[in-house]
């Protein structure tokens, strides 16, 4: 079993910065991939970001692409998302997830283990 919690959301106005954190505990080792998702209001779940946990391949949704940046310190098993020139589409529940197998990356049906998500609010 993987733990995975997160935190840092907020309440930020356009433009602006925040950064996530995600602490994970439990199984670690087994952990493939580990990234980011977020959801909106009425709308489904979708990809944000992902990193290998071996921290040798990244992955971004074209959407973020050179706004937001995803990194892992491994020593203390903890995966961030600097997220900054905020726009108000951002605003959504954002969630940690932990693939332990090595298939796509984008498909949150591969992640095995979820955070219970943190808010992100982003007013205009």
């Known amino acids: 079993q993987v733990q995975l919690v997160e935190s840092g959301g907020g309440l930020v106005q356009a433009g602006g910065s925040l950064r996530l954190s995600c602490a994970a505990s439990?199984?670690?080792?087994?952990?493939?991939?580990i990234g980011w998702f977020r959801q909106a209001p009425g709308k489904e779940r979708e990809f944000v970001a992902a990193?290998?946990?071996?921290?040798?391949?990244?992955y971004y949704a074209d959407s973020v692409k050179g706004r937001f940046t995803i990194s892992r310190d491994r020593a203390k098993n903890t995966l961030y998302l600097q997220m900054n020139s905020l726009t108000p589409e951002g605003t959504a529940v954002y969630y940690c997830?932990?693939?332990?197998?090595?298939?796509?990356?984008?498909?949150?049906?591969?992640?095995?283990?979820w955070g219970q998500g943190t808010q992100v609010t982003v007013s205009s």
């Open positions: 439990g199984r670690t080792f087994s952990i493939y991939y």
């Open positions: 990193i290998r946990w071996s921290g040798d391949r990244i």
């Open positions: 997830a932990a693939a332990y197998e090595a298939t796509s990356y984008r498909d949150q049906y591969n992640y095995n283990y």
